[in-house]
């Protein structure tokens, strides 16, 4: 996971997630809705929040992450989820 995370992040010149809310939905699974901002490293292009609102879903065992699964549309995440907006 922290390959794919260096991986993720190496083309940008700056890179931000602000936590908007955190959601248990169950005692399995934590749903995260967050916003992502920053600036290719290349390109130089602006990544503004208002285009990045993202969710992630943590499955947890006996207290731990088990998994991530991330949803760089919050709408998708939010209708696999069967919750609403």
Known sequence: MASAARELF???????????EIHAL??????VLSHASGRGK???????????????LY???H???IRHVAYLD??????????EE
């Open 10 to 20: 190496s083309v940008w010149e700056e890179h931000r997630t602000v936590v908007e």
């Open 59 to 61: 499955p947890v065992r």
């Open 26 to 31: 169950d005692s399995e699974r934590v749903l």
């Open 74 to 83: 919050r709408a998708s995440a939010l209708a696999d989820l069967g919750l």
């Open 42 to 56: 290349t390109s130089g292009v602006e990544l503004e929040a208002s285009q990045m609102r993202v969710a992630s």
């Open 63 to 65: 207290g731990k992450v």
